[in-house]
């Protein structure tokens, strides 16, 4: 069985009915989650909400209208690192990070967690890794968050075993199975709202869980099968792959098996 560790660093703002329309125009908090997932005596680190470099790396150019558009409230005694280690936990304690997806809110605390193995879609990765400037914005994605040595650590889920889920998983059938998890820890595409954006199953003393990121920004999106506004679309990477997925959540929580986790939830 594995276990999860949650927790916070960081949050932006948004009006509400931007994440969810006709929720209001009231300004909502999107916290930024991270989790540590510890199974067969190894631990990970499911993506690492906001750090420092966020800022340092928005502070000017271009990528200055990213931290307008989300306004970003992160105090450098949130960080992930920090947080992990008063749980005595070292960044080499980790056995790798898993990277959900290239929106900075989930990998600027990379330059964290040097030298360890980032495990992420390969897909993902080489859609997003040239990119600088507008079409870097485009996509949320601050190229100077990204480690110098980051190819040589990238570890491709694509590479994975695959594996067939158990019947209470459905709709989902297939999955890669995280290495040394026995499979606890199986990760699965969640397209649409990233290239390459990636959920993960995890099974916990308590049940079955599902990291499942950005796939929605409130479970009222899965459950009531609530797409985002139309502002927000402009930033999926696919609307119909986004929509696909919605749906395989929205039947994935009516089987009643599965608790789902969405990183940014909480608001609405
Ligand atoms: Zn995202």
Request: hydrophobic share 45%.
């Amino acid at each position: 069985m594995a276990t999860l560790t949650t927790f916070e660093a960081g949050y932006c703002t948004h009006t509400a009915c931007v994440a969810l329309p006709g929720a209001g125009f009231r300004t909502c908090a999107f916290p930024a989650r991270a989790w540590m997932i510890a199974a067969g005596g190894r631990r990970w680190l499911w993506d690492t909400g906001y750090a420092s470099h966020f800022h340092d790396c928005t502070r000017s150019g271009l990528l200055a209208i990213y931290r307008k558009v989300t306004p970003v409230y992160f105090d450098p005694s949130e960080s992930v690192a920090r947080q992990l280690g008063q749980h005595g936990v070292r960044p080499v304690d980790l056995d790798a990070l898993i990277v959900s997806h290239f929106h900075g809110d989930h990998i600027a605390g990379l330059r964290d967690f040097p030298s360890i193995p980032v495990i992420c879609s390969g897909a993902g990765w080489a859609s997003v890794r040239a990119l600088r400037g507008l079409s870097a914005l485009r996509r949320a994605f601050v190229p100077g968050l990204i480690p110098e040595d980051f190819d040589s650590r990238v570890r491709p889920v694509e590479r994975f075993e695959q594996v067939t889920l158990a019947p209470e998983l459905a709709p989902f059938t297939t999955a890669w199975a995280l290495p040394g998890s026995n499979d606890d820890v199986l990760l699965v595409p969640l397209p649409g709202h990233a290239a390459g954006h990636l959920g993960a199953f995890i099974r916990t003393d308590g049940g079955w869980v599902m990291l499942a990121a950005d796939a929605a920004w409130s479970p009222r999106s899965y459950r009531e099968l609530r797409g985002p506004s139309a502002l927000a679309y402009a930033i999926l990477e696919d609307r119909r792959a986004y929509l696909e997925t919605l749906r395989k959540l929205h039947l994935l929580d009516r089987g009643g098996h599965v608790r789902i986790l969405l990183t940014h939830e909480g608001a609405l």
